[in-house]
Protein backbone atom coordinates (compact mmCIF):
# COMPACT_ATOMS: atom_id res chain seq x y z
CA UNK A 1 0.00 0.00 0.00
CA UNK A 2 3.07 2.67 0.79
CA UNK A 3 4.17 1.88 -2.47
CA UNK A 4 1.54 3.04 -4.25
CA UNK A 5 0.81 6.59 -1.98
CA UNK A 6 0.20 8.98 -4.73
CA UNK A 7 1.04 12.52 -4.16
CA UNK A 8 -1.02 15.19 -5.82
CA UNK A 9 -0.41 18.98 -5.83
CA UNK A 10 -2.92 21.81 -5.19
CA UNK A 11 -1.02 24.96 -6.33
CA UNK A 12 -2.14 28.43 -4.62
CA UNK A 13 -2.68 31.19 -7.25
CA UNK A 14 0.47 32.76 -7.48
CA UNK A 15 -1.48 36.54 -6.61
CA UNK A 16 -2.48 34.83 -3.34
CA UNK A 17 1.09 34.18 -2.12
CA UNK A 18 2.11 35.59 0.88
CA UNK A 19 3.99 38.76 1.35
CA UNK A 20 7.77 37.07 2.53
CA UNK A 21 8.81 38.97 6.18
CA UNK A 22 11.90 40.20 6.53
CA UNK A 23 14.56 38.25 6.99
CA UNK A 24 16.38 40.21 9.96
CA UNK A 25 13.27 39.71 11.96
CA UNK A 26 12.32 36.45 11.81
CA UNK A 27 12.60 35.03 15.15
CA UNK A 28 10.75 31.74 15.14
CA UNK A 29 7.61 29.97 14.16
CA UNK A 30 6.28 33.20 13.60
CA UNK A 31 5.66 32.59 9.86
CA UNK A 32 4.60 29.71 7.73
CA UNK A 33 4.98 29.17 4.10
CA UNK A 34 1.91 29.23 1.32
CA UNK A 35 1.78 25.51 0.82
CA UNK A 36 1.73 22.07 3.26
CA UNK A 37 1.77 18.22 2.99
CA UNK A 38 -1.08 16.57 3.93
CA UNK A 39 -2.02 12.86 4.33
CA UNK A 40 -4.23 10.51 6.35
CA UNK A 41 -4.63 7.12 7.68
CA UNK A 42 -7.15 4.47 8.49
CA UNK A 43 -7.55 0.83 8.67
CA UNK A 44 -8.71 0.21 5.22
CA UNK A 45 -6.58 2.48 3.07
CA UNK A 46 -3.43 3.41 5.30
CA UNK A 47 -1.43 5.94 3.87
CA UNK A 48 -4.25 8.06 1.67
CA UNK A 49 -5.16 11.08 0.09
CA UNK A 50 -1.39 12.50 0.18
CA UNK A 51 -1.32 16.16 -1.50
CA UNK A 52 0.72 19.50 -1.16
CA UNK A 53 -1.96 21.91 -1.02
CA UNK A 54 -2.33 25.29 -0.18
CA UNK A 55 -1.23 26.33 4.22
CA UNK A 56 -4.57 26.43 5.78
CA UNK A 57 -7.17 25.36 8.33
CA UNK A 58 -7.96 22.00 9.31
CA UNK A 59 -11.60 20.73 10.52
CA UNK A 60 -11.72 18.66 13.07
CA UNK A 61 -14.58 16.63 15.41
CA UNK A 62 -13.96 18.42 18.74
CA UNK A 63 -14.28 15.03 19.93
CA UNK A 64 -11.02 14.16 17.76
CA UNK A 65 -8.35 12.15 19.73
CA UNK A 66 -5.66 14.52 19.83
CA UNK A 67 -7.77 17.31 21.95
CA UNK A 68 -8.21 15.07 24.64
CA UNK A 69 -5.70 12.45 24.82
CA UNK A 70 -2.82 14.47 23.37
CA UNK A 71 -2.06 11.33 20.91
CA UNK A 72 0.69 14.03 18.62
CA UNK A 73 4.01 13.31 17.92
CA UNK A 74 6.08 15.82 15.62
CA UNK A 75 9.68 16.56 14.48
CA UNK A 76 11.94 19.67 13.92
CA UNK A 77 13.94 19.74 11.17
CA UNK A 78 15.54 22.25 8.73
CA UNK A 79 16.31 23.06 5.17
CA UNK A 80 19.23 25.63 3.86
CA UNK A 81 20.08 27.52 1.05
CA UNK A 82 23.62 27.60 0.19
CA UNK A 83 25.92 29.14 -2.28
CA UNK A 84 24.25 29.35 -5.68
CA UNK A 85 20.63 28.42 -4.37
CA UNK A 86 21.30 25.04 -3.68
CA UNK A 87 18.59 23.63 -0.90
CA UNK A 88 20.19 21.31 1.33
CA UNK A 89 18.21 18.97 4.27
CA UNK A 90 20.43 17.72 7.44
CA UNK A 91 20.09 13.80 7.87
CA UNK A 92 16.47 13.99 7.32
CA UNK A 93 15.97 10.59 7.22
CA UNK A 94 16.96 9.90 10.69
CA UNK A 95 14.50 12.46 11.70
CA UNK A 96 11.61 10.03 9.77
CA UNK A 97 13.11 7.08 11.65
CA UNK A 98 12.87 8.60 14.83
CA UNK A 99 9.27 10.05 14.34
CA UNK A 100 8.74 6.27 13.55
CA UNK A 101 10.11 5.23 17.10
CA UNK A 102 7.56 8.10 18.56
CA UNK A 103 4.71 6.69 16.69
CA UNK A 104 5.37 3.34 17.49
CA UNK A 105 5.73 4.04 21.67
CA UNK A 106 2.66 6.18 21.08
CA UNK A 107 0.45 3.43 19.28
CA UNK A 108 0.33 5.59 15.75
CA UNK A 109 0.89 4.56 12.43
CA UNK A 110 4.80 4.67 11.07
CA UNK A 111 5.03 6.83 8.11
CA UNK A 112 6.60 5.75 4.94
CA UNK A 113 10.27 7.28 5.13
CA UNK A 114 11.59 7.60 1.60
CA UNK A 115 7.87 8.58 0.15
CA UNK A 116 7.58 11.56 2.92
CA UNK A 117 10.85 11.88 2.37
CA UNK A 118 10.54 12.57 -1.49
CA UNK A 119 7.22 14.98 -0.83
CA UNK A 120 8.85 17.15 1.41
CA UNK A 121 11.19 17.59 -1.53
CA UNK A 122 8.66 18.65 -3.64
CA UNK A 123 7.58 20.81 -1.10
CA UNK A 124 10.54 22.33 -0.86
CA UNK A 125 11.34 22.65 -4.25
CA UNK A 126 7.57 24.61 -4.72
CA UNK A 127 8.83 26.54 -1.39
CA UNK A 128 12.48 27.67 -2.45
CA UNK A 129 11.84 31.77 -2.57
CA UNK A 130 10.79 30.88 1.52
CA UNK A 131 14.28 29.60 2.40
CA UNK A 132 16.06 32.51 3.90
CA UNK A 133 19.86 33.06 2.93
CA UNK A 134 20.50 35.72 5.83
CA UNK A 135 23.42 34.18 8.68
CA UNK A 136 21.90 31.92 10.77
CA UNK A 137 18.77 31.52 9.15
CA UNK A 138 17.08 28.69 7.49
CA UNK A 139 13.39 26.95 6.72
CA UNK A 140 12.14 24.92 9.79
CA UNK A 141 10.81 21.97 8.96
CA UNK A 142 7.79 20.76 11.02
CA UNK A 143 6.18 16.49 10.54
CA UNK A 144 2.87 16.54 12.81
CA UNK A 145 0.91 13.48 13.36
CA UNK A 146 -2.27 13.71 15.06
CA UNK A 147 -4.98 10.95 16.27
CA UNK A 148 -7.94 12.97 14.17
CA UNK A 149 -10.91 9.76 14.93
CA UNK A 150 -13.74 11.30 17.11
CA UNK A 151 -14.16 8.78 20.38
CA UNK A 152 -13.95 9.67 23.75
CA UNK A 153 -12.91 5.89 24.95
CA UNK A 154 -9.08 5.61 25.51
CA UNK A 155 -7.40 3.91 23.24
CA UNK A 156 -5.55 4.62 20.08
CA UNK A 157 -7.34 6.77 17.42
CA UNK A 158 -8.68 4.71 14.46
CA UNK A 159 -7.99 7.67 12.00
CA UNK A 160 -4.68 9.74 11.48
CA UNK A 161 -3.67 13.05 10.00
CA UNK A 162 0.27 13.46 8.88
CA UNK A 163 1.51 16.67 7.62
CA UNK A 164 4.70 18.72 7.07
CA UNK A 165 4.15 22.67 7.47
CA UNK A 166 7.33 25.37 6.88
CA UNK A 167 8.58 28.28 8.20
CA UNK A 168 11.34 30.38 7.96
CA UNK A 169 13.11 31.19 10.80
CA UNK A 170 16.21 32.95 12.78
CA UNK A 171 17.79 32.29 16.05
CA UNK A 172 15.68 29.89 18.34
CA UNK A 173 16.47 32.18 21.63
CA UNK A 174 16.26 35.67 21.45
CA UNK A 175 19.63 35.86 23.00
CA UNK A 176 20.95 34.58 19.31
CA UNK A 177 24.17 32.92 19.96
CA UNK A 178 24.94 34.87 22.98
CA UNK A 179 25.25 32.73 26.41
CA UNK A 180 21.66 31.72 27.64
CA UNK A 181 20.78 31.70 31.39
CA UNK A 182 19.38 28.43 32.26
CA UNK A 183 17.13 27.53 35.70
CA UNK A 184 17.59 24.39 37.03
CA UNK A 185 14.29 22.71 38.46
CA UNK A 186 14.81 21.14 42.05
CA UNK A 187 11.20 20.85 42.11
CA UNK A 188 9.54 19.69 38.85
CA UNK A 189 10.50 17.08 36.64
CA UNK A 190 10.15 16.46 32.49
CA UNK A 191 9.92 12.87 32.25
CA UNK A 192 11.09 8.76 34.18
CA UNK A 193 12.79 6.22 32.48
CA UNK A 194 9.83 4.32 31.13
CA UNK A 195 7.77 6.65 30.23
CA UNK A 196 8.10 9.19 27.29
CA UNK A 197 10.85 11.49 27.53
CA UNK A 198 12.12 10.00 24.82
CA UNK A 199 9.53 10.67 22.52
CA UNK A 200 8.85 13.33 20.61
CA UNK A 201 5.66 13.98 21.93
CA UNK A 202 3.32 16.83 22.17
CA UNK A 203 2.56 16.31 26.01
CA UNK A 204 6.39 16.53 27.17
CA UNK A 205 6.22 19.89 25.68
CA UNK A 206 2.82 20.91 27.79
CA UNK A 207 4.17 19.53 30.62
CA UNK A 208 7.42 21.13 30.57
CA UNK A 209 5.74 25.08 30.43
CA UNK A 210 4.39 25.73 34.12
CA UNK A 211 8.05 25.49 34.98
CA UNK A 212 9.90 27.58 32.24
CA UNK A 213 7.22 30.19 32.98
CA UNK A 214 8.21 30.29 36.33
CA UNK A 215 11.95 30.41 35.18
CA UNK A 216 11.16 33.11 32.57
CA UNK A 217 10.25 35.43 35.61
CA UNK A 218 13.09 35.20 37.04
CA UNK A 219 14.79 36.23 34.23
CA UNK A 220 16.10 32.39 32.73
CA UNK A 221 15.76 31.46 29.50
CA UNK A 222 14.68 27.76 29.88
CA UNK A 223 14.99 25.01 32.65
CA UNK A 224 17.24 22.28 32.97
CA UNK A 225 15.65 19.00 34.22
CA UNK A 226 16.83 16.45 36.57
CA UNK A 227 16.12 12.89 36.82
CA UNK A 228 12.77 12.23 38.17
CA UNK A 229 13.97 9.50 41.17
CA UNK A 230 16.72 11.71 42.84
CA UNK A 231 16.24 14.72 41.55
CA UNK A 232 19.82 14.43 41.04
CA UNK A 233 21.48 13.79 37.49
CA UNK A 234 21.05 16.05 34.83
CA UNK A 235 18.76 14.95 31.98
CA UNK A 236 18.05 17.77 28.99
CA UNK A 237 17.21 21.07 29.05
CA UNK A 238 13.43 20.26 26.97
CA UNK A 239 14.18 22.20 23.55
CA UNK A 240 17.69 20.62 23.86
CA UNK A 241 20.18 18.55 24.85
CA UNK A 242 22.83 19.54 27.27
CA UNK A 243 26.93 19.15 27.01
CA UNK A 244 29.58 20.34 29.48
CA UNK A 245 33.32 20.73 28.72
CA UNK A 246 34.71 19.24 32.22
CA UNK A 247 38.36 19.45 31.64
CA UNK A 248 39.13 17.86 28.52
CA UNK A 249 35.98 15.89 28.74
CA UNK A 250 33.27 16.41 26.70
CA UNK A 251 30.46 14.99 28.53
CA UNK A 252 26.65 14.82 27.98
CA UNK A 253 23.87 12.46 29.73
CA UNK A 254 23.58 8.78 28.55
CA UNK A 255 20.03 7.66 26.04
CA UNK A 256 18.58 5.97 28.82
CA UNK A 257 15.18 6.36 28.22
CA UNK A 258 14.09 10.03 30.02
CA UNK A 259 16.15 12.18 27.29
CA UNK A 260 14.98 12.62 23.45
CA UNK A 261 17.91 10.97 21.59
CA UNK A 262 19.05 14.59 19.40
CA UNK A 263 20.10 14.52 15.82
CA UNK A 264 22.73 17.78 16.73
CA UNK A 265 23.50 15.57 19.81
CA UNK A 266 24.97 12.75 17.83
CA UNK A 267 26.45 15.29 15.04
CA UNK A 268 28.32 17.36 17.70
CA UNK A 269 29.57 13.94 19.25
CA UNK A 270 30.42 12.69 15.80
CA UNK A 271 32.55 16.10 14.96
CA UNK A 272 33.89 16.47 18.03
CA UNK A 273 35.56 13.08 18.04
CA UNK A 274 36.49 13.51 14.41
CA UNK A 275 37.98 16.65 15.81
CA UNK A 276 40.20 14.47 18.92
CA UNK A 277 38.34 15.64 21.37
CA UNK A 278 37.30 13.03 23.95
CA UNK A 279 33.37 12.20 24.68
CA UNK A 280 31.42 10.68 27.37
CA UNK A 281 28.07 9.99 27.53
CA UNK A 282 27.61 9.13 31.51
CA UNK A 283 25.43 10.45 34.15
CA UNK A 284 26.12 13.54 35.53
CA UNK A 285 25.12 15.02 39.30
CA UNK A 286 23.91 18.49 38.93
CA UNK A 287 26.86 18.73 42.20
CA UNK A 288 29.74 17.87 40.27
CA UNK A 289 29.10 20.71 37.46
CA UNK A 290 28.24 23.31 40.32
CA UNK A 291 31.54 21.72 41.74
CA UNK A 292 33.18 21.95 38.63
CA UNK A 293 31.75 26.00 38.18
CA UNK A 294 33.34 26.61 41.43
CA UNK A 295 37.04 24.69 41.01
CA UNK A 296 37.27 25.93 37.23
CA UNK A 297 37.66 22.65 35.75
CA UNK A 298 33.54 23.83 33.54
CA UNK A 299 35.15 25.44 30.69
CA UNK A 300 32.06 25.84 29.18
CA UNK A 301 28.48 24.59 28.55
CA UNK A 302 25.78 24.67 25.55
CA UNK A 303 22.23 22.81 24.45
CA UNK A 304 22.35 21.09 21.41
CA UNK A 305 19.06 20.65 19.02
CA UNK A 306 17.60 21.01 15.45
CA UNK A 307 15.82 24.54 16.62
CA UNK A 308 18.32 25.57 19.11
CA UNK A 309 21.28 24.17 16.95
CA UNK A 310 24.51 24.72 19.06
CA UNK A 311 23.10 27.40 22.18
CA UNK A 312 26.06 28.22 25.00
CA UNK A 313 25.20 28.16 28.04
CA UNK A 314 26.30 31.29 30.59
CA UNK A 315 24.84 30.61 33.91
CA UNK A 316 23.02 27.98 35.83
CA UNK A 317 20.65 28.99 38.56
CA UNK A 318 19.99 26.16 41.05
CA UNK A 319 18.80 26.34 44.74
CA UNK A 320 18.67 30.22 44.64
CA UNK A 321 22.30 30.34 43.86
CA UNK A 322 23.58 31.38 40.39
CA UNK A 323 26.49 29.96 38.95
CA UNK A 324 28.32 31.27 36.15
CA UNK A 325 29.92 29.33 33.67
CA UNK A 326 33.46 30.71 31.74
CA UNK A 327 32.31 34.50 32.77
CA UNK A 328 28.95 34.40 30.87
CA UNK A 329 30.97 34.18 27.11
CA UNK A 330 30.56 31.87 24.23
CA UNK A 331 33.03 28.94 24.51
CA UNK A 332 35.44 28.08 22.26
CA UNK A 333 34.47 24.40 21.16
CA UNK A 334 30.72 26.04 21.11
CA UNK A 335 32.11 28.59 18.75
CA UNK A 336 33.72 26.19 16.35
CA UNK A 337 30.64 23.22 16.28
CA UNK A 338 28.08 26.51 15.21
CA UNK A 339 30.40 27.51 13.05
CA UNK A 340 31.06 24.30 10.87
CA UNK A 341 27.86 22.41 11.97
CA UNK A 342 26.11 25.60 10.26
CA UNK A 343 28.66 25.32 7.18
CA UNK A 344 28.38 22.03 6.25
CA UNK A 345 24.00 22.44 6.56
CA UNK A 346 24.45 24.98 4.57
CA UNK A 347 26.86 22.98 1.75
CA UNK A 348 30.22 25.21 2.34
CA UNK A 349 32.27 22.44 4.20
CA UNK A 350 33.09 19.54 3.25
CA UNK A 351 30.42 16.97 4.28
CA UNK A 352 32.78 14.09 6.46
CA UNK A 353 29.59 12.13 7.48
CA UNK A 354 27.16 12.21 4.59
CA UNK A 355 25.03 13.80 6.79
CA UNK A 356 23.47 16.41 4.09
CA UNK A 357 21.01 15.65 1.53
CA UNK A 358 20.58 18.26 -1.56
CA UNK A 359 17.22 18.76 -2.83
CA UNK A 360 16.42 19.10 -6.74
C1 LIG B 1 13.61 21.27 17.64
O1 LIG B 1 14.74 21.55 18.03
O2 LIG B 1 13.35 21.13 16.44
C2 LIG B 1 12.51 21.05 18.58
O3 LIG B 1 11.62 20.34 18.24
C3 LIG B 1 12.55 21.76 19.88
C4 LIG B 1 11.45 22.72 20.12
C5 LIG B 1 11.37 23.93 19.29
C6 LIG B 1 10.16 22.13 20.51
New binding site residues.
Given amino acids: MWEDLEVTLEKLADDKSKEKPSQDKLG??QHFTDHMFLMKWNRENGWHDAKICPYGDFTLDPAAVVFHYGQAI?????AYKGDGGQVYLFRPEDNFERMNSSAIRMCMPRIPVDQVLKSLKALLYLEKNWIPESEGASL?I?PTMIGTEPFLGVRPSAEYYFYIILSPVGA?YSEGFNPTKIYVSDEHVRAVKGGVGNV?TAGN?AASLYTSELAKKEGYTQVLWLDACEHKYIEEV???NIFFMIGDELVTPPLEGSILG?I?RNSVLKLAESWGVKTVEREIAIDEVLAATEDGSLKEAFGT????VISPVGELFYKDKAYSINNGETGELSRRLFDELQDIQGGRREDPFNWVVRVG
Fill in positions: FGFEGMKYRYKYGTSGTGTAA
